[in-house]
């Protein structure tokens, strides 16, 4: 920080000549931080899958390097109630990514202009609202003044929390590296675990423990009631909706009553152990008891309820595997025989079970041409199958273009196979997500 003299227009004239190329520069550099930081990290994702100490580490790091490097040194704080450690740590790192993503989208033309920026700002727009009117001039160069200190501050900060991600990316071994590492090799899960994550409520549901509806899934003026000796003797809350429901209920919760707090640890709820995450796709609650019992049985992870008209083959296929949930998959060889698929490994399995429920039940049809794939890799020496009979049996089961898609995807992803991939990552990721959304 430098010493700043203000005495009269004329200083403070020469002054702002000489900071608002200081603060283009300052733009520029930020701006340039940011893109390097979204391109070499994948932040978006990233950001969401750190831990909140470690985004603090580099929230502080960005923001003693603005203290140092601005021309108001620590007092720009003042001028930037929007940059502080707490406000960009809020919604699970959310917030510091909206923050970046905005400053980003606004800055990218005066950057690219080389004109003066100032971050938008509700606040600071009706700075000059109590000022006395007619403004005098001094004001207005005092006003353009600070405005330029509280910029080239917020661009410093940018620049320096950049500059601090960057350089642990470099570091092996480091939190940084490792998760941007993990997102690089699977950016499918990686996307859809910090979905999860940023999408967390709040708080828990709250569901009737006899029917397991929702307040949004009953009446308006439902009411939820909980029993009232596990209240009074537990500090334990079980909610039903209705009498009815309790006295439907009695027959299970009767022999807990009072004693121990047992619940259906329903989903979203307050018993489930990872109720920020209601919405979490299947194979990450597969992938783990979190009871402590080890790996859960993936037999109910079935076909799923179709949106569309199966077809005959496709209906064939369906009704197999519900007469036989110890199946993965029912292959036809070249004289018809079915050849049935048990996949050993827990979480190939439940990766391929997702991605057969998706292929089998969404309307859009997607990622047929993932598990054909892993078919063909792992059955394809079977006697009397290979890729032909294996994307003739796909055709009929989920369209004409399946081979087609198969042929994208391996030009996409050249000697991979994508299930394997997506299996590898959530082995990665699935510990770090279900700790994340744990300490919510």
Not at 17 to 32: T, Y
Not at 130 to 140: A, C, F, Q
Request: proline share 4%; glycine share 8%; charged share 25%.
């Amino acid at each position: 920080m430098r010493d700043i003299a203000l005495s009269g227009g004329g200083g403070l004239q020469v002054l702002l000549r000489e900071l608002r190329p200081v603060v283009v520069q300052s733009q520029k550099a930020a701006h340039g931080a940011l893109t390097s930081l979204f391109q070499r990290t994948r932040f978006d994702t990233t950001c969401v899958l750190l831990d909140e100490a470690e985004r603090s580490k580099h929230l502080l790091n960005g923001l003693e390097k603005a203290c140092k490097e601005a021309l108001l040194g620590e007092d720009a704080r003042a001028l930037c109630p929007e940059v502080t450690v707490s406000s960009m740590l809020k919604e699970w790192g959310n917030a510091l990514l909206k923050f970046f993503q905005f400053f980003e989208e606004t800055s990218s033309k005066p950057v690219e202009q080389g004109v003066l920026y100032s971050l938008p700002s509700d606040w600071w727009d009706g700075a000059l609202s109590d000022v006395t009117k007619p403004i005098s001039r001094n004001d207005e160069l005092v006003f353009e003044f600070l405005t330029l200190g509280r910029n080239e501050f917020i661009c410093y900060f940018i620049r320096g929390v950049c500059l601090s991600f960057l350089k642990e990316v470099a570091q092996e071994g480091g939190e940084v590296s490792s998760v941007v590492k993990a997102v690089c090799e699977d950016t499918l899960v990686a996307e859809s675990a910090a979905l999860a994550i940023k999408s967390r409520p709040e708080k828990p549901l709250i569901r009737c423990e006899g029917c397991e509806k929702s307040a949004e899934e009953l009446e308006p003026d439902t009411r939820f009631m909980v029993c009232s000796t596990c209240k009074a003797k537990l500090n334990f809350s079980l909610h039903y909706c209705s009498q009815k429901c309790q006295k439907d209920d009695w027959c299970m919760h009767r022999m807990h009553c009072g004693k121990k707090a047992v619940s259906k640890c329903l989903p979203g709820t307050a018993g489930d152990i990872i109720w920020g995450a209601p919405q979490l796709p299947a194979f990450y609650r597969e992938q783990f008891n979190l009871a402590g019992g080890g790996p859960v049985d993936l037999a109910d992870l079935g076909p799923g309820t179709p949106q569309f008209v199966r077809s005959a083959a496709l209906q064939r296929q369906a009704a197999m595997l519900e007469a036989d949930k110890a199946a993965d998959y029912f292959l036809f060889d070249a004289s018809g025989e079915p050849v049935r698929v048990v996949i050993d490994e827990h979480i190939m399995k439940a990766a391929f079970r997702f991605v057969r429920m998706n292929a089998m039940s969404r309307a859009e049809r997607k990622m047929s041409e993932y598990f054909a794939q892993y078919l063909i890799k792992v059955m394809g020496a079977h006697p009397g199958l290979g890729r032909d009979v294996i994307l003739r049996q796909f055709a009929e089961e989920y369209g004409d273009d399946v081979g087609e898609k198969l042929e994208v995807l391996e030009k996409k992803l050249p000697g991979e196979v994508l299930l394997e991939r997506m299996a590898n990552g959530l082995t990665k990721m699935g510990p770090r997500v279900m700790n994340l959304i744990q300490k919510s």
